[in-house]
């Protein structure tokens, strides 16, 4: 517990005696009394950093993190830390964020600037080329592939991972119109069919330009968008994307995109768009999921909407700002907001923000990965939780 100056230990008296508390409860803990106290209360003789926000724990490490300079790490017995975890090196630049793991404590991180950073479940270290990594992705059969590009180029490369080497494909060159091409979202509808949403500068402006499917082994690339300038004949093999894509996920031979037009659904070759006229509260729809039942749950300033097969629903717990959203294998859904994350249970909202060890509470980006873990983003953090 941190209080003032001080951080203090807090351990029952008894162990026999401990009783569960309760996920969001809280108990008192007297610090004078003329009774005998349950509780054991003992001052860590450490110093803290200068702009100490939140604490907690890792392992065998207490972590303190701040407002400005990161997060400290100590051990046991160090009255000043071991070392820091810097956020302003790993968060410049950054866009978004995707995590691909080939293990539990072997991930890779984009955030849609320079460079990736790999971590090995006690450290992040910045790895692959000096270069711009706009995504990294995980194929279902298990290879791990990332996006990237350099600082001045106009054509985004496809590169495979293998622990810590990166082999360019050099098959594989995604273009797109302007000027620094990026990548809204990056999914396998399955094995070896990579779906990557495209954007790109125009001066000032970043616009949307619909996807490319990549075969990552043969390096075949197909792009598919709904655009008036492209020849008929070349149009007439594209599916009908809407341009503005900006999130998609894929189940099976169904496609749901998150649009600046609504949300459009792709199945058999056949697009059926959403709009405000049908149910939608906002039609500048930012992400997208598929839960494992079927469901499908969109994000917008106006909160999150679900389809459940036949309407589209805005559930009154679900009506506030939403950035993205995510949902696991287990079942979960979780969305970042500007008030922390949120889980969704189908019925009752649960927040994990500052008061419960975020670093901050405005949470940009959420992704997830194969071991029901959730990975968000803010602006100068990076938070992991475990479920």
């Excluded at 702009?51 to 490490?61: E, M, Q, R, Y």
């Excluded at 006690?122 to 692959?128: E, L, R």
């Excluded at 495209?198 to 970043?206: K, P, Q």
Aim: charged share 25%; net charge neutral; aromatic share 6%.
């Amino acid at each position: 517990v941190m209080g003032g100056d001080r951080v203090y230990r807090i351990s029952p008296a008894s162990t026999a005696q401990v009783r569960p508390l309760a996920r969001d409860g809280m108990r008192l803990v007297p610090v004078a009394s003329g009774a005998t106290n349950d509780w054991v209360i003992d001052p860590i003789d450490l110093v803290l950093p200068a702009g100490a926000v939140t604490v907690s724990s890792a392992d065998d490490h207490l972590l303190i993190g701040t407002r400005d300079l990161g997060t400290a790490r100590y051990r046991d017995g160090d009255a000043h830390p071991r070392d820091w975890l810097r956020r302003k090196q790993m968060f410049e630049d950054a866009t978004t964020l995707s995590v691909a793991c080939a293990r539990v404590t072997d991930c890779w991180i984009a955030t849609g600037a320079r460079p990736a950073w790999h971590w090995t479940g006690d450290k992040f270290a910045a790895g692959g080329p000096d270069q711009v990594v706009l995504a990294v992705v995980r194929d279902p059969a298990g290879p791990i592939y990332a996006l990237h590009r350099g600082s001045s180029e106009t054509e985004i490369r496809l590169s495979r991972i293998d622990g810590a080497t990166w082999t360019l494909l050099p098959k594989i060159a995604l273009t797109t119109p302007g000027e620094r091409p990026e990548v809204s979202f990056a999914r396998f509808a399955g094995s070896g069919a990579l779906w990557v949403g495209l954007r790109y500068h125009d001066g000032i402006e970043r616009r949307a330009h619909g996807l490319a499917i990549v075969d990552p082994l043969t390096g075949k690339t197909a792009y598919h968008r709904t655009d008036a300038a492209v020849a008929d004949k070349k149009a007439a093999k594209m599916l009908p994307i809407p341009v503005g894509v900006v999130d998609a996920d894929v189940r099976g031979t169904t496609a749901w995109f998150a649009t600046n037009e609504g949300v459009a659904r792709l199945a058999h070759g056949q697009v059926k768009l959403w709009t405000e006229a049908d149910g939608l509260r906002s039609e500048l729809a930012r992400a997208v999921a598929i839960a494992p039942d079927g469901d499908v749950i969109v994000a917008t300033g106006a909160g999150a909407g679900v389809w459940n097969g036949t309407a589209w629903d805005f559930p009154a717990a679900l009506r506030f700002d939403i950035n993205d959203v995510v949902a696991t294998p287990n079942g979960q859904i979780w969305m970042a907001t500007e008030r922390g994350i949120a889980a969704w249970d189908g019925k009752k909202v649960r927040r994990v923000d500052m008061l419960r060890g975020l670093a901050e509470n405005a949470m940009i980006d959420v992704a997830v990965d194969q071991f029901d873990r959730v990975w968000a983003r803010g602006s100068g953090s990076l938070t992991l939780v475990s479920q």
